[in-house]
C-alpha cells in the first residue's frame, strides 16, 4: 500500500469510527468533529468512549428566578470576520486552548437580535462546542448596538465558570459571587442534543445535534 492510500485509508477508518460513536452519542459526526477539533473533547477511543456516554444529557436550564437559560451554539475558533468593529474581537468560536478572556470575547459578540431576548430574561447564557457545554456566561444587558450593517449585538457579560475537561468533569469557578456560580457544576460538561449551530437557541433532547 502506498502512503496516500494508507493515509485514505486512516481517513475513511476514523470517518467510520466517528460516525458509530456520534450515533452512541446522541450527535451526529459533524457536531462530534467539532468537539474534537476545538478540544473540547478527546479523539473517541474504547477507553475514553463509556466515560463520555455515561455524562447526563442537558434538557433544560433555568435561572434561580425561573426564565430558560439560552445555549449559544459556537464554531471552532477562526479569526473574526467584525474586526472592522470597535472594540473588535480577535475570534469567532472557540478552542479549550483558549484564554479566559479569549473565550469570553469570542462568546460575548457579536451576535444577532434574535434571541437576545431571552438572554437578557435569564441574565446569562451557555456556550457550547461540539454537542459539549464549556462556558457559563452572565449577562448584564447590552454593551453595544451595532444597527447598520452586522446588526448585531455586543452583551455585556462575565465569563462566571467553564470547563477544563469534560472527560475528568473538571469545572472551573471564576466568579463565585454570581448566583450561576452555584450550578456551575449542573450545567457544564454536560451533553446537549437540538437546536442549531452559530445562533442562540434553546436546549432540546428529542433529536440529533
Known amino acids: 500500500m502506498d502512503v496516500q492510500s494508507h493515509v485514505d485509508a486512516i481517513a475513511m477508518d476514523t470517518a467510520i469510527h466517528r460516525k458509530f ?14 468537539g474534537i477539533q476545538g478540544g473540547v473533547i478527546p479523539e473517541i477511543a474504547a477507553g475514553n468512549l463509556s466515560a463520555l456516554a455515561a455524562i447526563a444529557v442537558l434538557t433544560g436550564v433555568r435561572s434561580d428566578d425561573g426564565h ?30 483558549m484564554s479566559d ?57 462575565r465569563l462566571v465558570a467553564r470547563c477544563d475537561s ?5 469545572i472551573r469557578v471564576i466568579d463565585r ?14 451533553r446537549v442534543l437540538g437546536g442549531g449551530g452559530g445562533t442562540i437557541t434553546r436546549l432540546a433532547s428529542d433529536k440529533a445535534a
Open 21 to 34: 460513536t456520534a450515533r452512541l452519542l446522541g450527535m451526529t459526526s459533524q457536531t462530534l468533529a467539532k
Open 68 to 97: 430558560e437559560v439560552p445555549i449559544l451554539r459556537a464554531g471552532v475558533q477562526a479569526p473574526s470576520e467584525w474586526d472592522a468593529y470597535k472594540l473588535p474581537r480577535l475570534y469567532t468560536g472557540y478552542s479549550a486552548s
Open 101 to 157: 478572556a479569549d473565550a469570553l470575547d469570542a462568546a460575548d459578540r457579536w451576535w444577532p437580535y434574535s434571541g437576545s431576548g431571552s438572554v437578557l430574561a435569564a441574565g446569562g447564557l451557555i456556550t457550547a462546542l461540539g454537542g459539549w457545554t464549556a462556558l457559563l456566561l452572565a449577562v448584564d444587558g447590552i454593551k453595544t448596538e451595532l444597527p447598520g450593517g452586522g446588526n448585531c449585538l455586543h452583551y455585556n457579560a
Open 166 to 170: 469534560v472527560i475528568d468533569q473538571q
Open 177 to 190: 459571587a454570581h448566583p450561576f456560580a452555584a450550578h456551575a457544576h449542573e450545567v457544564l460538561g454536560k
